[in-house]
């Protein structure tokens, strides 16, 4: 048993021209590991690849080329197997409208081969919340209630891998955090989490380690926080004594500017300028201190950072 829960290896996945579409290369040489255990984050704009890579690890979209492995087996080796390790709950909410939370999980686990006697239906809907409309039509479930219930779906076969696309694109914060709750439990359970959001205080609250993907291609792969820490973008916030002007000579680079609570947020490069020359220039203009504090980029700067070095690259 290798110690990542997937390989990814040069994987491409171009979708063929239709209705007059050109083709369209979606995935560019994907070459990913993510390690068994962790609350994986793959993040991304729209478009940027997310759902194909999810899909073909789901077995839903055939790649045109590269290697996958999942738990250890080969796609195109071990089909089966590697479909059993995994669970996805799909970003798009398709619920067939005529079956019942119960024999929708029921149907699901019979797709998986569990044997009767190994189903937990009554276990998952009580997970899920929806012990009190199992026996409803899905149809009349709710938006909320039908993700729940695809999240139930994806785990019927216990995959020791769990991967949700996008499980919080416009749910409510109360569905928001009963799947938080969820997935943290999974997890300490045991379970590695794939999920993709471009929600990226999401992913930082979340993520072990995320993988930032644009345009098809892996742009940044770290852990969580050693990707904040690469950001080259600081804060540093003063608070006065007295209110302050916001205008003073500042080193090259920096820009200030004020905050409703009074202080000075004052932007800079790391690799350029020191927080102590900051300091100097805020004592040079009589500003005297009350608190001092240096705030770290969160997951938009370090997108934003990227992708423009990308694009400027390009
Ligand atoms: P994401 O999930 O990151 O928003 P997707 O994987 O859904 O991105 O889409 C990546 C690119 O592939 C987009 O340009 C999208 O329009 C295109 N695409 C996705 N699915 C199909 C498909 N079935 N046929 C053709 N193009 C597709
Ligand atoms: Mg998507």
Redesign the pocket.
């Known amino acids: 048993m290798t110690e990542n829960a997937i390989e990814i290896t040069g994987l491409r ?1 171009t ?2 021209a ?1 209705a007059g ?1 050109p ?5 560019k040489g994907i070459d990913l590991a993510i390690p068994q255990g962790s609350i994986f984050g793959l993040l ?12 073909i690890l789901a077995g839903l ?1 055939l790649k045109t080329s590269g290697s996958v492995r999942i738990w250890g087996f080969d796609q195109d080796v071990n089909p089966r197997q590697s479909r059993a390790s995994i669970g996805v709950m799909p ?1 798009e909410l398709n619920i067939d409208p005529f079956f019942t939370p119960r024999a929708a999980l029921e149907v699901q686990a019979g797709l998986y081969g569990v044997p009767k006697s190994r189903r937990r239906t009554d276990e998952i809907l009580r997970m899920i919340g929806l012990e009190d409309k199992a026996e409803a039509y899905a149809r009349t479930l709710s938006g909320g209630m039908r993700r729940r219930l695809l999240l139930g779906k994806a785990l019927v076969h216990r995959p020791p891998i769990l991967v949700l ?2 499980p919080t694109a416009g749910v409510d914060i109360e569905l928001r955090q009963m799947l938080w709750r969820n997935v943290r439990k999974l997890n300490a359970e045991g379970m590695t989490v794939i999920l ?1 959001t ?1 929600y990226l205080e999401e992913a930082e609250d979340m993520c072990d380690e995320v993988a930032i ?1 644009n345009h ?1 291609q892996v742009v940044a792969r770290d852990r969580t926080a050693a990707l904040l820490g690469r950001m080259d973008a600081k804060t540093l916030v003063v608070h006065g004594e007295d209110p302050a002007p916001a205008d003073f000579p500042l080193p090259e680079g920096c820009t200030a500017s004020r905050r409703p609570d009074g202080s000075i947020a004052i932007a800079y490069r790391r690799s350029r300028t020191s927080p102590e020359d900051i300091l100097a220039a805020v004592r040079a203009a009589g500003i005297r201190l009350r608190d001092v504090a240096t705030e770290e980029p969160d997951l938009q700067d370090v997108f934003l950072e990227i992708t423009r070095a990308r694009s400027g690259a390009a």
């Open positions: 996945k979708y063929a239709s579409e083709p369209k290369e979606a995935l991304g704009p729209n478009g940027a690849g997310k759902s194909t890579l999810i899909n979209v970003q696309d996008e993709t471009h993907i098809g």
